[in-house]
């Protein structure tokens, strides 16, 4: 048997010996909306299969929105005023299927072991492995965090509001999610919040793209960009705005709070492929959207403000707020889902109480890492002089050069036998991730060439 | 009372675990809906149990090492070329 179910049967002779039961408050919670689960899994029709899509569904779409953040919409952003209609196109839509690869085992992993991703780190490799994985998704979280409130402050500030408010306003949204203490109604907060990044698809609309040449590029990959260091930079932004650490950290420690099973794996499946088709719309509308832009603004140092003043032409004042209003929207999302990925690995690995069911007297660490991780972040982003720049150069690409060994900690424990009895990777989906990591540690040195050896890549784009 | 009787101080059982966690009472009634409803190792209480530990060897170890020399060595690529730019 797993891990999990050997501690559900320690526990049985635990509480069979007492001939006692422990509950907590989380237990309860939990079990309420496992009554509803079982209670629709037992209809039958149409309807009520989409009463039981619409329960579980959650950490999937959530994961996926959520990591349209401000500096993935602000890369596709850049890639379509850099790059205009091509090759970017698909390989965003294929950089969506890397992440759907990569987060479904995230889906089997929490729902056959009931543990969180940093936790199983800790106790199935040690202490030594647990403590890299977790200052590697500490460090980035926090960068990223520093950028959702640049996302956050740069548009909003298309309004005129100035930082402090736009700063003030996320972090009265991300405290108000928490209010219920309760995992359903914070996951439903925060799923109508997210459903606005597709704010981007009526703005893309509104620049009217040449559908010609969007199915050209969607079938040929045509036109190609040079094989240049612009290149392979936007290539890592582009794929460190659909994989990074805190996904996996965040939809495995998700699916575990919401109570998901191995009975449900199969519409957590559907929740990630929704997810990951919504996200990738939201970004081929971002890149179709600033696409106008190609050949008349320079990309290098943007922000969203800048986007958003230079769409006003092409789109007019209302579309460039639109656009605005979406960069605010993908920062306040990100800083909710990124500052509870770092309190549920916090708790998972301190051993504290991590739940989105807890009421705050029970999880005081939960929420103070949550809220804590916001403020400061918040707060960095208000200290004038600092090089925010810096940070938003950064962010995507340590978020690509992280992945690969995140990966092959969830490769190793998603084909652990003894804890995924019945439920562990089959063959072609152990390709599938082996070619991710592949792929992933290949942009890395591809970056890393570009870099030291500038003339290596030069060489390379030739052959 | 029989609730009574089934009230318990809430992670009563865990020994030296209770950091964090503070008094709550639930009833006989609520101990059995959360066990009808949820599977043994989904309790909070049976996260304290640790999953046994698994040693990396071979080519597991030799992959987790190279992947993690390569983090190191690309982070100082990525500082030292962000810097330079911001500079």
Redesign the interface.
Known sequence: MG??????????A??AA?D?????????D???D??RV?AARGGRGLRKRAWLLWLLIGPGILVMLGENDGPSMLSYAATGAKFGVGFFLPFVVLTFGMALVVQEMTVRLGAA???GHA??IF????PF?GW?SMI?LGFGNFLTLITEFIAIRAGLGFFGVPPWAAVLVALAVLFSALLSHRYWTWERVVLAAAAFNLIFVPVALMAHPHWGAVGHAFLTWKPMPGFNRDTVLIVLSDIGATVTPWMLFFQQSATVDK?L?TKDIGFGRIDTLLGAGLAAAAAVGAILATAPLFGRMSADNFEAAQFAQALVPVIGRFGAALFALGMVEAGIVASITISTSSAYAFGEVA???H?LNLPV?????FYAVLCLCAAAAAGIVLIPGL?L??VV??VN??AV??M??AL??LY?LVN?K??MEGVKSPAWMNTLAAAVVVLL?AA?IL??LS??APGALAWIGRL | MADEQHRRHEGGHHGGHERGRQAEYFGAAEASFVLSNLEPDQLALAKKVPVARRQLRGWKLILVWSLRVYLVFMMVVVFWQAWLAVR
């Open positions: 891990a999990g179910a050997q501690s559900g049967r320690e526990l049985r635990l509480t007492e006692e039961v422990v509950v907590t408050h989380e237990d309860v939990r079990a309420h496992r009554a079982t072991t009931h543990r936790e199983l106790e199935r490799f040690g492995w890299f590697d109570g099973t051993q504290r109480p739940s007297n029970q999880g005081k660490s090089p720049v810096f150069l950064v690409v340590v050069l992280a690969p060994p092959v900690f190793l652990d003894e804890i540690t890395g970056y890393g870099v030291v």
